[in-house]
C-alpha cells in the first residue's frame, strides 16, 4: 500500500475522533442543561405557593413578589434560550433570597408550618440546582476548552461551535439586597 | 463524643488494673512463644535435615518445607495467643467502645456480611474469601452505623495449577446512613492515575476506566488532586459531595493517613480505609501501656464512630427526617 494512502488513512481517523469528541462535548453540555431546567422547574413550581402564603404578612414587600411571580412567567414561556434561562435563574435566586430574609422580620410568617415547609422544600431545591450549576459549568468548561485548544479548535471553528457561557455562583448578590434592606 | 484525649485518659486510668493484668500475662506469653518458637524451629531444622538429600533438593521441595514452616507456625501462633486475644477483646476494646457510646454493639468475633462489601463497588473484583473481625454496631446521633475489620481475597491460579490468594482489600469497613437522599451511584477513590503520570494523562486515563461509570471532575483542586470521582449522575456527584463535604473528606483522609476509598449507594456511605493489616489486636512482643500502642487503639476507634459526627451525616436533610 502506498504511503500516501496510509497517511490519508490516518489523517481521516484522527479527524473522525477529533468532530465526535467535540460532538459528544456539545451533547453532554445540552444533556447536563436539561438536569438543571428540571431542578430550576421545581423551584419556580414552588413560587406560587409560596407568593400565596406570605403575602398576607407582606405589606411592604409587595413589590419583590409582584418581581418573583413576572420573572416565574418569564421563565415558563416557551423557546427561551440557555443564555436567557442562565440570567434569570440569578435573578430568581437573588430575588427568592431577598423573600426568605424579610420572612425573618415577621415572627407570625417564621412559625407558620406552611411557610416553614415551603422554606425546607426551597433549601433542598436550591442544593440541588448548586450542585446541577457545578456540573454544567463543568461540561461547559471542558466544552469551551474543545473548542479553544489546538486541534480540536479548528475542526469547532468549521463546524461552527460557539464558546458557551457559565452559571455565575449567586453567593454575594444575596447578602448584598440584605444589607441594603436592613438600613432602610 | 468524647474527645481522643479523654479517651485516652479513660484507657489509662479506667483500665489501668486490667492493663496491668493483662500486661503482665503477656509477658509470660511472650516468654512462652519465645521457647515454643526455637523449639519448633529447631525441630523443622531437624525434619528438614533427614529428608533433603541431593536428589530431593529441588525448589518445589524448598517451597513445600518453607510454606508448612510458617503455615503450621502461624496455627500454632494464633492458638498460643487465643484466650489473651479474647480477654483483651472482651476487657480492653469493648469497655474503650462502650465509653464512646454505651449503645454500640460489639462482638469481637463477627464481621460485616460481604453483601455490604459487594454492593459498594468500591473494589472492582469481586472477593472468593472474607474474613474480619471486631464488629461494632450502633445508632449515632440519629445515625445507623456498622463497621468491622474486613480481609477480602481474591482466588489465583498460576500455570502449574497451584492456588494462591491475593489480597483485594484489609483494613476497616464502614457503612453509614447517609443524610441526602439519592438514587445513582458515586464511587469515589484515591487517585493513583493523576499523581503517578500527571494531571493530563492522568486525567485521560481515568477518563477510560471502563470498569467504572464516567468520570466526575469536581471543583475543588485539592480533592481532586487526592481523589477521583466516578457516577452514573453528573449532577447527583456534585449534590452529594457539596463543597463542605469534599474539604470534611479530605481532612479525614489527612487524619487517617491511610488509603481512602468512599462510595454512596443505596442509601448507604460506605468507607473503606486500607490500613493493610488487622486492627484492635492485642500487641504481644510491645507493652500494652505504650502510649503509641494505646493510641492507635483508641485513634481508630475515634475516627471510625467519629464520621457521623466528622462528615454531619446527623445534619440530614429536612426531607431524610
Redesign the interface.
Known amino acids: 500500500m502506498p504511503t500516501s494512502l496510509i497517511i490519508l488513512a490516518v489523517i481521516v481517523i484522527v479527524l473522525i475522533l477529533m468532530y465526535n469528541s467535540l460532538v459528544s462535548k456539545k451533547n453532554q453540555v445540552e444533556n447536563?442543561f436539561a438536569?438543571?431546567d428540571a431542578?430550576l422547574k421545581k423551584r419556580y413550581d414552588l413560587i406560587p405557593n409560596l407568593v400565596a402564603s406570605v403575602s398576607k404578612y407582606m405589606e411592604h414587600e409587595k413589590s419583590l413578589l409582584t418581581e418573583v411571580t413576572k420573572l416565574r412567567a418569564e421563565a415558563n414561556k416557551p423557546n427561551i434560550s440557555e443564555h436567557e434561562k442562565i440570567a434569570l435563574d440569578a435573578k430568581v435566586t437573588s430575588a427568592l433570597g431577598s423573600i426568605m430574609i424579610a420572612v425573618e422580620n415577621y415572627p407570625d410568617l417564621k412559625a407558620n408550618e406552611n411557610v416553614m415547609h415551603l422554606q425546607?422544600?426551597l433549601?433542598?431545591v436550591e442544593?440541588?440546582i448548586?450542585?446541577?450549576r457545578?456540573?454544567y459549568?463543568?461540561?461547559v468548561t471542558?466544552y469551551n476548552n474543545a473548542i479553544e485548544m489546538i486541534p480540536t479548535n479548528f475542526m469547532a471553528t468549521a463546524m461552527n461551535y460557539q464558546r458557551k457561557e457559565v452559571f455565575e455562583i449567586p453567593q454575594t448578590q444575596r447578602e448584598n439586597v440584605n444589607v441594603k434592606e436592613l438600613f432602610n | 463524643m468524647k474527645s481522643t484525649s479523654e479517651l485516652t485518659d479513660f484507657y489509662y486510668k479506667n483500665l489501668y488494673p486490667t492493663l496491668k493484668k493483662l500486661d503482665d500475662e503477656r509477658k509470660h506469653l511472650r516468654y512462652r512463644i519465645i521457647v515454643i518458637g526455637v523449639l519448633y524451629t529447631l525441630l523443622f531444622f531437624l525434619l528438614f535435615l533427614a529428608f533433603s538429600s541431593p536428589n530431593t533438593l529441588s525448589g518445589d521441595f524448598l517451597a513445600f518445607f518453607a510454606f508448612a514452616y510458617f503455615g503450621l507456625g502461624t496455627f500454632i501462633y494464633k492458638f498460643l495467643i487465643k484466650d489473651y486475644t479474647k480477654e483483651f477483646k472482651n476487657k480492653i476494646i469493648e469497655p474503650l467502645i462502650h465509653a464512646i457510646d454505651e449503645k454500640l454493639t460489639y462482638a469481637s468475633e463477627m464481621y460485616l456480611p460481604q453483601h455490604y462489601f459487594n454492593k459498594s463497588e468500591l473494589f472492582t473484583s469481586s472477593p472468593d474469601r472474607m474474613s474480619g473481625n471486631d464488629y461494632v454496631k450502633g445508632y449515632i446521633d440519629g445515625v445507623n452505623i456498622e463497621f468491622s475489620d474486613l480481609h477480602a481475597e481474591k482466588k489465583h491460579k498460576d500455570s502449574k495449577g497451584r492456588e494462591n490468594w491475593s489480597t483485594i482489600f484489609r483494613g476497616l469497613f464502614i457503612v453509614s446512613e447517609f443524610n441526602k437522599t439519592f438514587h445513582g451511584k458515586t464511587v469515589v477513590i484515591p487517585d493513583t492515575a493523576q499523581n503517578t503520570f500527571g494531571s493530563l494523562i492522568g486525567n485521560w486515563l481515568q477518563s477510560k476506566n471502563l470498569s467504572r461509570d464516567e468520570l466526575v471532575k469536581m471543583d475543588d483542586v485539592e480533592f481532586e488532586k487526592e481523589f477521583v470521582v466516578y457516577s452514573n449522575d453528573q449532577i447527583e456527584a456534585r449534590y452529594i459531595l457539596s463543597h463542605s463535604l469534599m474539604k470534611r473528606l479530605l481532612t479525614f483522609k489527612q487524619k487517617s493517613k491511610h488509603p481512602v476509598y468512599i462510595s454512596f449507594i443505596g442509601e448507604s456511605i460506605h468507607m473503606a480505609i486500607y490500613y493493610d493489616k488487622d486492627l484492635f489486636e492485642p500487641s504481644v512482643f510491645h507493652s500494652l501501656l505504650d502510649y503509641k500502642i494505646a493510641m492507635e487503639y483508641v485513634k481508630t476507634l475515634h475516627l471510625a464512630i467519629g464520621i457521623v459526627d466528622e462528615l454531619k451525616l446527623n445534619q440530614k436533610l429536612w426531607s431524610k427526617r
Open positions: 447536563i438536569g438543571v431542578v425546607h422544600s433549601n433542598e442544593e440541588q448548586s450542585a446541577a457545578r456540573a459549568n463543568q461540561s471542558d
